[in-house]
């Protein structure tokens, strides 16, 4: 049985989306139930005030949502490369060339996977399997 081109291009679509957003959300759960109040002093550090810190929930946890529902996701694509980007920034600058000290790997992969994944979701769109996809699948 073959899969035809435009079947196995819109469920490697689904399927980038549902990793990249399904994984995403555990990170963005956690900081519901914990807070945000921990990145202040990050944030300080580099002059930026505290409320900044609440853009991790969009990038966290409505984006991911709209990465699994298929809607909007170029939008909530871009919000979690930002979100990477800030955490990497902030978080993480002291790990960009380091590897971890346990089983090896960059130390900041994960958060690279994430960013790097959200980039390919904004090019690549949703694909057919998406709210409000259509019959033609864009977006």
Known sequence: MAISTDH???LGKLILRLAVGGLLLFHGVAKLQNGVDWMAPLLGAVGLPAFVAYGSYLGEVV???LLLAGWQVRVAALLVAVDMSMAIGLALR??????????????????????LGALAIFCLGAGRYAVGAGSKGKG
């Open 8 to 10: 196995s291009k819109d």
């Open 94 to 115: 002291s790990k960009i060339f380091a590897l971890k000290e346990a089983g090896g790997g960059w130390a900041i992969e994960l958060e690279m996977l994430f960013l």
């Open 63 to 65: 984006a991911p949502l």
